[in-house]
Structure formats: C-alpha cells, structure tokens
C-alpha cells in the first residue's frame, strides 16, 4: 500500500489537467474568446451568455451565516481528526417538512424534514432528512443515468455534484456538499488505467438519513460505491494510508458552491445576495463537463475494446 501511495503521488505532478471549473468572470475575458475560435469558442460563449443570470432556490436557505465567525475568523474546514471530532456535534435537531415551491403547474411539490448542520464552511446550513429506502433508490437511479458518467473518475467530480444537487432540489430534497482537499488516491477499476487514481481535492452530494440508529449523514457519489455511504467511509477510500490523513482539509459547503475553496472563506446569504441561487453560467459549464465526460465514456470502451487501455506503469490521473 505505502509503494502505491507514493507511486500515484509522484504521478500525480504528470498527470492529466485539473479539472475544477474555471470562473465565468474569469473564463468570459474578452481577450481570451478572441484568441479562441471553433467548438471550444462557441462552448465558452454559451457559458458567458449566462454569466450574472440567476435562478433562484426552490427550497430558499435564509439562515445561512458567515462562516468568518467560526474558528477565529477563518473558515470552517478542518484537519483529518478535527473534522470527525465536530462532526459529530454539528448535527441540529429536525424541523417540520417544507414545500417546495412550484416553478409550473407540472411541478410535484414534496415536503421532507430537515434538520441544521452547524459550523460549516457556508455557515448553518439545512439539509433534508428521507428514509434509507429511499435514499437507497435515489442513489440506484443516479448511479444507473447515463448522464453523469460515473464511469469516467479520472474528473468531473464538481459538474456531478452539481447536476445532482440541483436535482434533487427539485424533487424538494436539499443536499450540502462534502470536500476533501490533499492528495486523495484511490484504487479503483473504473481509472483509465484499471488501476486508480490521484486526484486533488474531491466532492460529492451529502444527505441526511433516517436510521434504526437515529439520523445519520450519507455521501452519494456512484463513482466511487454501490450505495450511499457514512462520510468516514467515503473520506477513508480517499485516504488508504495514514501519512494521507496528515495533510487534508475536509469541510462542508451549501449545495451552490462549484469549486474548492483552497483556503478562502464565503459569504453569508446576507452580505452576498448572490449566494443561495443557481448561477446558470456554473450549471451550463456542469453539463458542458459531463458531456465531454459522456464521449470520454465510449471513447473508453472502444479502447477496451481494441485493449488500447495504457498500463497502470504508464501514468495516474488528479482532479
């Protein structure tokens, strides 16, 4: 295992380009599209067509608060250890269900309770609370779409996360997001390789469940288990070796934030009344993600085909 660690990590600094999305205010500079031309060109005006326009939340987080006010004034993420210590208080009692609110006559309005998760990186944030049954068949009919590409793990983590969010929070379902930032290796057969892995910070939908037990949290994230997962489990396969866990930053966002936040903190819904609403140039550059993830797919399975697959030998893969 410690030769496998070390062997991806050193891969890690040839590996494939990152994948976190780059800022539409940053994507959508004049001089950049000018030197573009083509598909790529055409991709990155769809995207800058949607640049400051905003959807609002069917189901609206008002009582999202700064993140500055915990931990002294820096921002809520957390070591290895740390983290799991507060995790396990950050659980807030259960509140009544809400509705969502309809965008057309069509819409089913569902209502699910929720319950508070305090001291993360985007404040206290609501997370809605459904039974394991079924939350296990929402996990079955996400790993099984097409869509998502949950076959290509090498990146497209942050586009994944987002479509399913979204989705879900028009089945009335609110989701937080879950990060890990360091180096994450994972052995995984679905890699390019057969083999696995090194990515740079990782990301996945997280859900509240109700359980014999009591209420715990899930992680959904197809591309890398079979069936909603507890958080250490999903955090561990990321993190095989103990020299791993030294140097990781876990932390808990809203369902809106796209990327990493490598060290920066967020703004309250309040001072920023951006937050809280889907920025649709973010979800255009989602499914633009996804798509090239989707031929990534066939590409992959005609080069299976034709065992063209490199070797393990020959390199890993990071987002």
């Known amino acids: 295992m410690r030769f496998l660690v070390i062997f991806l990590s050193l891969n890690l600094l040839f590996a494939a380009p990152l994948c976190w999305a780059i800022p539409p205010e940053v994507l959508c500079n004049q001089d950049l599209l000018e030197d573009l031309e083509g598909f790529q060109k055409d991709k990155i005006q769809e995207v800058c067509s949607q640049a400051g ?6 189901l609206p987080d008002q009582n999202a608060t700064t993140s500055g006010k915990f931990r002294e004034g820096k921002t809520a993420t957390y070591d290895y250890a740390d983290f799991f210590k507060s995790f396990t208080k950050s659980l807030g009692s259960i509140h009544r269900g809400e509705k969502c609110e309809p965008q057309k006559d069509s819409d089913t309005r569902v209502a699910y309770p929720s319950l508070n998760l305090e001291k993360t990186a985007a404040g206290t944030i609501p997370v809605s609370v459904v039974s394991e049954e079924e939350l296990n068949k929402i996990f079955d009919e996400f790993s099984k779409d097409p869509k998502y590409a949950f076959d290509i ?3 497209g983590c942050w586009a994944r996360a987002h479509l399913m969010a979204r989705e879900l929070e028009k089945r009335g379902i609110r989701v937080a997001k879950m990060f890990v930032e360091g180096t994450l290796v994972v052995q995984t057969k679905k890699a390019l390789n057969g083999e696995g892995v090194v990515w ?6 997280m859900v509240a ?7 715990e949290m899930r992680i959904l994230d197809p591309s890398l288990f079979e069936k909603p997962v507890p958080v250490k489990t999903w955090t561990d396969k990321m993190l095989p070796a103990p020299e791993l ?3 990781v930053q876990i932390y808990v966002t809203d369902r809106f934030v796209l990327d990493p936040l490598r060290g920066e903190s967020m703004k309250s819904i ?3 009344p951006s937050r809280g609403r889907w920025h649709m140039a973010e979800v255009v550059m989602a499914e633009q993600e996804l ?7 066939e590409d992959r399975k005609e080069w299976r085909q034709k065992k063209l697959i ?6 890993a893969f990071s987002q």
């Open 200 to 205: 740079t910070y990782h990301v996945a939908p």
């Open 245 to 247: 866990k030294e140097d």
């Open 310 to 315: 490199p070797s393990f030998e020959q390199g």
């Open 209 to 215: 469940v109700q359980t014999a037990k009591g209420v």
């Open 153 to 155: 793990p090498e990146n």
């Open 291 to 297: 798509e090239e993830r989707r031929m990534d797919s």
């Open 270 to 272: 309040k001072e920023d």
């Open 53 to 58: 326009q905003y959807e609002d939340s069917l």
